[in-house]
């Protein structure tokens, strides 16, 4: 079974520019989670989806946006890039849909935002 | 925001050593979970313990949980350098959703 897999794995962006970062959870997994991963800040929960629908929403400016397709592939975005948004954004997907077990992370995407 | 710290937040062992991580959290819990980081890469899950559970093992791993004290440890038993990365506990939000509330990480060198 293939894992979850995060695109692209590298990205630069321009202060003010927008993004959107990809992810393909495991097949059969309909819960998609988000994190942002910075030095100063740790792990922290972004927003996860079940089943197309927003489920859980971290601490975060509406710049920040996700979205989940029927085949459970998720997108998130962030608009007007700031400089504090440099990080690793981790997706991780869910077998079940009580979050009772382990979530399978991807590689991550590594934004720089210069 | 963090649900708590990881104490030490670095650690340099011997390989052959045993190496102890601990965490604490503040919220109540369904269940608490251990990754390992390598190097800035994806997190890959280690073991979950669930909060009627107090010992769980797996492998040379052996993590304890204390729901009276909100905390955890994670014991690495014969620890091998391939063993060098970030361990973060993460605990679950009571609710029926896969949020997790990380801790700050402890990063372990092993030196060979």
């Known amino acids: 079974k293939a894992g979850v897999t995060q695109t692209p794995r590298y990205l630069i962006k321009t202060r003010g520019q927008q993004v959107t970062l990809s992810c393909s959870p495991i097949s059969g997994h309909r819960s998609v989670s988000w994190y942002q991963q910075t030095p100063g800040q740790g792990l922290q929960f972004l927003f996860e989806?079940?089943?197309?629908?927003?489920?859980n929403k971290g601490n975060f400016p509406g710049r920040f946006s996700g979205r989940q397709f029927s085949n459970s592939r998720s997108e998130m975005n962030v608009s007007t890039l700031e400089l504090g948004d440099s990080a690793l954004y981790l997706c991780?997907?869910?077998?079940?849909?009580?979050?009772?077990?382990?979530?399978?992370f991807g590689q991550g995407t590594r934004l720089t935002v210069v | 925001s963090q649900q708590g710290e990881e104490d030490p937040q670095a650690l340099s062992i011997q390989e052959g050593e045993n190496a102890t991580m601990n965490c604490s959290y503040k919220?109540?819990?369904?269940?608490l979970q251990w990754y390992r980081q390598n190097s800035g890469r994806g997190l890959v899950h280690l073991i979950l313990?669930?909060?009627?559970?107090r010992e769980k093992h797996s492998g040379r791993l052996r993590v304890t949980l204390d729901t009276s004290k909100k905390s955890s440890s994670l014991l690495i038993t014969a620890s091998r350098a391939a063993d060098t990365a970030s361990y973060f506990c993460?605990?679950?939000?009571?609710?029926?959703?896969?949020?997790?509330?990380f801790g700050s990480g402890t990063r372990l060198l092993v030196r060979p």
């Open positions: 313990i669930r909060s009627n559970e």
């Open positions: 993460a605990t679950d939000s009571m609710d029926s959703s896969y949020k997790l509330i």
């Open positions: 991780a997907s869910g077998p079940t849909e009580q979050g009772n077990t382990e979530a399978f």
């Open positions: 989806y079940f089943s197309e629908t927003q489920r």
């Open positions: 919220t109540s819990i369904n269940n």
